[in-house]
């Protein structure tokens, strides 16, 4: 069973049509990254998948008592809200001071603890955004382009321990991402997304079926330029998780 | 020195002061302030037509507090402009309840009573009715704490965590109708957005936690009241404005003096 299904999702705002009979699903496991160009209702599934947009029509079934966690792409905290690290960890739920220590040194945020969440770097920022949902024991993590202003190498060590954690506790994995190198090389399953779902399946699939294509062009032209995904295909070489193909199917 | 009216005073006002600290908190947190003036006008309205049916003066205020919160929450989703559309809500309210109550027949009201607050007229029972609304506030806000806070951080994050931001929001809302009714008698209808305001700024400078500006504006709350009272009685001042001058004084101490982590 799915931990995640949606069917047949229909939102619109204001009279514009934003997701036009949507089906994504999850299965335990398995890393689903969703691609679209800007404004073709990534975000909006997402909210959907969370429950903080109910669909004009269709469907989304959980397993029941699914263990969810999410990263947002970005989270504003107001100056007048303080909050430390370590607080912050435990919203809603508090956990044993052990237990946050343990995650606190995987997502390589020890040390940080008593910082207050304003005075983060971006990086810093997302790791802790990150071991806060994994806190939670999730079954499903779900991810809105969590690496979004983040460097190159703080991206790559973000996406390693995603997937470490995904080997280690199994869980899926729901997400948004623009870098098209990393949706290539760290996802199972590739969907594609303007407003239905254009295509999906294995990333090599997906990269070569015409929809995808016509939405991102192919080669260094097009997609890559809008993406401004500035680290061309040589990159592959020194990248330390180009296995892209390991878990298709 | 106590004198007895002088001693309900002091717990009415510490009473509210426990109250609004950490709803005040979230005022601040949600910038919510003006809202918090919507409601507290919206107060008047309700005296006039508790007065007019003659009903009791808290429950008038309660339920028109009550209905401009829901109104202004439900406009705040619909994505009206809040500024503007909150100006006119808070200060039509405000208005209207003052020619309304120049309506009601028979006895004169003591309109500056209402809108300054008259603490130190504060009775018995009123009392039980301050710390009853008060002790409500604190315990709904502690119990629904953690989801108060996180839908105070994100409706996504909320919502993953399965706490419905909507839901929390109204709690608040409840929350501010039942202080508003309450703390009229203490502070006044254009004084009590301050009591909110002031004392979770001031604790705001001090503290590294949501918690700990909770109880830091609850403590300064209460101190400006006692402070307050103090002064009233001293210099023979008016006594709402009194504490909400000692919190503004206690504001600008932190503002020059304290730490800002």
């Known amino acids: ?249 | 020195m106590l004198d007895d009216f002088l001693l309900r005073a002091a717990l009415a006002g510490v009473g509210i002061a426990l109250a609004a600290g950490p709803l005040g908190s979230f005022v601040v947190w949600r910038r919510m302030a003006y809202f918090g003036d919507a409601t507290a006008h919206a107060a008047i309205l309700g005296v006039a037509l508790a007065l007019i049916f003659s009903a009791p003066v808290t429950l008038g205020t309660l339920l028109v507090a009550l209905a401009m919160a829901a109104a202004v929450s439900w406009l705040s989703t619909k994505g009206h402009a809040m500024d503007a559309t909150l100006g006119v809500l808070s200060h039509s309210a405000l208005a209207l309840g003052i020619v309304a109550i120049s309506f009601v027949p028979g006895v004169r009201v003591d309109l500056s009573a209402f809108l300054f607050g008259d603490i130190l007229a504060v009775t018995r029972p009123d009392l039980a009715v301050i710390w009853g609304g008060a002790g409500f506030v604190v315990a709904l806000l502690g119990w629904r704490w953690s989801r108060l806070l996180t839908a105070t951080l994100s409706r996504e994050l909320a919502a993953a965590s399965g706490i419905d931001a909507d839901r929390e929001g109204l709690v608040l809302t409840l929350a501010l109708a039942v202080v508003v009714a309450v703390a009229l008698k203490v502070v006044g209808a254009l004084l009590i957005a301050a009591m909110l305001i002031i004392p979770a700024a001031a604790a705001r400078g001090l503290v590294r936690t949501p918690e700990g500006m909770a109880f830091g504006a609850a403590a300064i709350g209460a101190a400006a009241a006692l402070g307050g009272l103090w002064a009233s009685y001293s210099f023979d001042t008016p006594a709402g404005p009194s504490i909400v001058t000692v919190a503004a004084g206690l504001f600008l101490l932190v503002a020059l003096f304290g730490r800002r982590h």
Do not use: W
């Open chain 1, 1 to 249: 069973m799915s931990l995640i299904a949606a069917r047949d999702i229909h939102v619109s705002y204001g009279g514009a049509l934003v997701l036009d009979g949507v089906d994504v699903e999850v299965e335990p496991g398995e890393i689903v990254t969703l691609v679209g160009p800007n404004g073709s209702g990534k975000s909006t599934l997402v909210k959907v998948l969370l429950g903080v947009v109910r669909p004009d029509r269709g469907t989304v079934t959980r397993v029941p008592g699914l263990r969810l966690g999410y990263v947002p792409q970005k989270l504003h905290i107001d100056a007048s809200l303080p909050m430390t690290v370590t607080r912050f960890l435990s919203l809603p739920t508090r956990h044993a001071p052990a237990e946050v220590a343990a995650v606190a040194a995987r997502s390589g945020i020890e040390g940080l603890e008593q910082r207050q969440m304003t005075a983060l770097s971006g990086g810093q920022f997302q790791r802790v955004l990150l071991a806060r949902a994994l806190l939670t024991d999730p079954q499903l993590l779900v991810l809105d382009e969590p690496t979004q202003g983040l460097d190159q190498p703080g991206e790559a060590s973000f996406y390693e321990l995603l997937e470490q954690v995904r080997r280690e506790t199994g869980m899926g994995v729901f997400m948004v991402s623009h870098d098209l190198h990393v949706v290539m090389s760290a996802s199972d399953r590739v969907v594609c997304l303007n407003h239905h779902v254009c295509c999906s399946g294995t990333p090599t699939v997906v990269q070569s079926a015409p929809e995808y294509r016509a939405l991102f062009g192919h080669g260094t032209h097009g997609a890559l330029a809008l993406y401004q995904h500035d680290h061309d295909h040589e990159h592959d070489h020194d990248h330390s998780h180009g296995h892209g193909g390991d878990h298709a199917g």
